[in-house]
């Protein structure tokens, strides 16, 4: 419920990770949690309440190595990303961290990876193209707006 309250790893089963709160201090659905390891930062996103002080997350990277009774902190938000133009052509992780070794973004917005959907009225009726900054995805196989799409690549 409120940014900042700190709660503890109860418990560890693959990338599902079970924290504890004090009562009164539960994050709400959606909320981003964050564990310190070493010099990076796990984060975990809540997916469920269990109870009156304890949430069911799902780790967004590797949960090796974490164990009970280690620290968690609310963010207080969701997970956002940058949006605009100075995301495109960029690599990003899960959590909208440049992965590309470009350095930093600077983007002027970041979105909420949940969010209300856009109104009837602002979605467009006519086929427009989403132009990734990628020369082979824009020609080859470009996308079009108002869709999920997901890009995985590898060797």
């Known amino acids: 419920m409120a940014k900042g309250s700190i709660g503890h790893v109860t418990q560890v089963t693959g990338p599902v990770v079970d924290v504890e709160f004090k009562i009164g201090e539960l994050p709400e659905i959606y909320h981003a949690l964050e564990i310190q390891r070493d010099s990076e930062k796990l984060v975990l996103e809540v997916q469920q309440h269990l109870g009156a002080n304890a949430v069911r997350t799902v780790s967004m990277g590797s949960s090796d190595g974490l164990r009970r009774g280690t620290p968690v902190l609310d963010t207080g938000a969701s997970i956002s990303v940058p949006v605009g133009a100075a995301g495109l ?67």
Do not use: C, W
């Open 89 to 155: 052509g960029r690599i990003f992780n899960v959590v909208g961290e440049p992965i590309d070794q470009m350095g930093p973004v600077t983007a002027e917005k970041t979105y909420p990876i949940h969010r209300t959907p856009p109104s009837f009225e602002e979605q467009v009726t006519t086929p427009q193209f989403f132009e990734t900054g990628m020369k082979v995805i824009d020609l080859v196989a470009p996308f079009t707006k108002g869709g999920k799409i997901g890009v995985f690549g590898g060797a």
